[in-house]
């Protein structure tokens, strides 16, 4: 799978009029025609098809698709979504693995709620605070929270319930230096990030820089 795959499903799952033959293929059967002509439609029809451009991933999205790389999860939980700039090439690189995504946001909900219905069945997304969200004890394999933590108040509520939910790891990324983001909250380093971890009882955390960003995983038991 690709993210042309991925714009094909926001497509068909938007409501677009479109021709039986596009609509009732599985994915993976598109043809690089049909799923140009689905982009096309959706372009046509107003839809923000730009979010599925193909672009080199950032710096930190791609550490973390390595480290996942190495463990390959069974199944994940990304926390904070977004626009998708990590769950879009996640899904592209591990095109079976399951994955939900948790946002506050509806609008980020229902963008993903279109991919799910227009085929890609193994993205689940769901609306709900990781603070409270009250899914089963270690119900995902992997965790992850990506440039998320700096915007949450409470965010060593948000680190124990993670950890509580994560059967293996989380996965953690947030800036390393001050930054004029309105929305950043809290300077999270080193030091704060293992207290709040540790306290959660995650163990063996690892820790890594790049471009302006702290890079951590923490393993459970």
Not at 104 to 131: D, F, K, S, Y
Not at 191 to 200: E, G, I, P, R, S
Request: hydrophobic share 40%; net charge neutral; proline share 6%.
């Amino acid at each position: 799978m690709n993210l042309k795959h991925l714009a094909a499903a926001y497509v068909r799952g938007s409501g677009v009029p479109l021709p039986e033959n596009l609509y009732n293929q599985p994915l993976s059967q598109l043809t690089e025609t049909e799923l140009e002509e689905l982009i096309c439609l959706g372009e046509q029809n107003g839809l923000k098809m730009y979010r599925f451009k193909e672009k080199a991933d950032l710096p930190r999205v791609r550490m973390a698709l390595g480290f996942l790389k190495a463990i390959y999860p069974e199944n994940l939980l990304d926390v904070g979504s977004g626009r998708g700039v990590f769950l879009f090439p996640f899904m592209r690189d591990f095109p079976d693995t399951p994955v939900t995504s948790l946002d506050i946001l509806p609008h980020r909900v229902e963008m993903l709620n279109r991919i799910h219905q227009g085929g890609a069945e193994r993205l689940n997304a769901l609306r709900g605070n990781i603070c409270t969200w009250n899914a089963p004890d270690s119900s995902y394999d992997v965790v992850t929270l990506l440039e998320v933590l700096e915007h949450i108040c409470e965010y060593e509520q948000a680190i124990r319930n993670a950890v509580r939910i994560a059967g293996r790891y989380v996965v953690v990324s947030v800036p390393s230096k001050p930054d004029n983001n309105p929305e950043h909250i809290h300077l999270l380093t080193k030091d704060k990030l293992t207290a709040a971890f540790t306290a959660a009882g995650a163990r063996k955390l690892q820790f890594d820089g790049v471009n302006g960003h702290l890079f951590m995983t923490a393993a459970k038991g």
